[in-house]
């Protein structure tokens, strides 16, 4: 069960929600191809990208790295550009700052981008019902949020611990053997920015709060703390290593060389 170890605690069980869906890697299990160099790209944005690529060696510091993170934030889209950006560039910094935004954009693409965040610790024992509160459905039950994280979707839309979700998206929460599981396929099935509204019980109200859902933290993904997406993201780190070698670097030439770490 994925959710267990999310945050590693044993004494209690409490689960974040906002991971990968479970069958997330099958996708990374496909062959590798370079399709990502063939993405459209309209005029615009095809000069801005060129525009972007010599910035990442002028002088000014400031002006490198608000071209870095631009090009991050185009994403795959800029591999073409960057690919031969970077087998021409003869400043390490450059080809270093390309190697960064290729593995950025890359993961982002594959991992970080692809599956809704919410935010919180849920209880996993508790799952308050119609006998405790008449304001829940029959046959349905609430979700315990045991905490809320900092600046995460569910801090955003003013979600608080203690409050007990209910419905989501107007559709009561059904009773389960595994509800807070069931609940976090569901935030998971939605993509980050997505838009989201949760009934929720606090104190004597009944109040919904619309939720913009986040993307999975990075860190918490690397570290282990989100089991169902850290599965993907080593099976997306291999497949790097891979892409790397045979496309943006090219295996058996010169240039054949380890990816970015």
């Known amino acids: 069960m994925p959710f267990a170890v ?10 974040v929600v906002g991971q990968a869906d479970e069958d997330g890697i099958a996708d990374e299990a496909a062959p590798v191809t370079d399709d990502e160099f063939r993405v459209p790209l309209d005029e615009a944005t095809a000069r801005e990208i060129d525009a972007l690529i010599p910035l990442l060696g002028v002088p000014l510091y400031a002006e490198r790295e608000r071209a870095t993170e631009r090009l991050k934030e185009l994403g795959i889209k800029t591999f073409a550009r960057l690919r ?9 910094e450059v080809q270093w ?16 981008g692809r599956n809704g965040f919410l935010g919180i610790t849920q209880n996993a024992r508790l799952f308050p019902s119609h006998e405790e509160d008449p304001r829940i459905r029959e046959g349905h039950v609430g979700i315990m949020v045991e905490s809320v994280h900092q600046n995460t979707a569910a801090a955003r839309g003013g979600l608080r611990q203690g409050d007990v979700i209910i419905a989501f ?16 396929n569901r935030i998971r099935s939605r993509a980050p920015g997505t838009r989201v509204v949760l009934t929720v019980l606090r104190d004597t109200f009944t109040r919904e709060l619309e939720v913009t859902l986040g993307r999975c933290p990075p ?9 169902a997406v850290a599965q993907r993201y080593w099976a997306v780190r291999d497949r790097f290593v891979v892409w790397w070698t045979r496309y943006f670097r090219g295996v058996g030439t010169e240039n054949a060389g380890e990816p970015p770490r």
């Open 6 to 15: 999310v945050l590693g605690v044993l004494a209690t069980p409490l689960i």
């Open 84 to 92: 031969e950006a970077h087998r021409v560039a003869d400043d390490p």
């Open 97 to 112: 700052r390309i190697e960064q935004i290729v593995e950025d954009a890359y993961f982002e693409e594959y991992v970080f």
């Open 219 to 227: 860190e918490m993904v690397k570290s282990g703390n989100i089991q």
């Open 169 to 184: 998206d107007g559709e009561p929460l059904k009773a389960s053997p595994r509800p807070t599981e069931e609940f976090g």
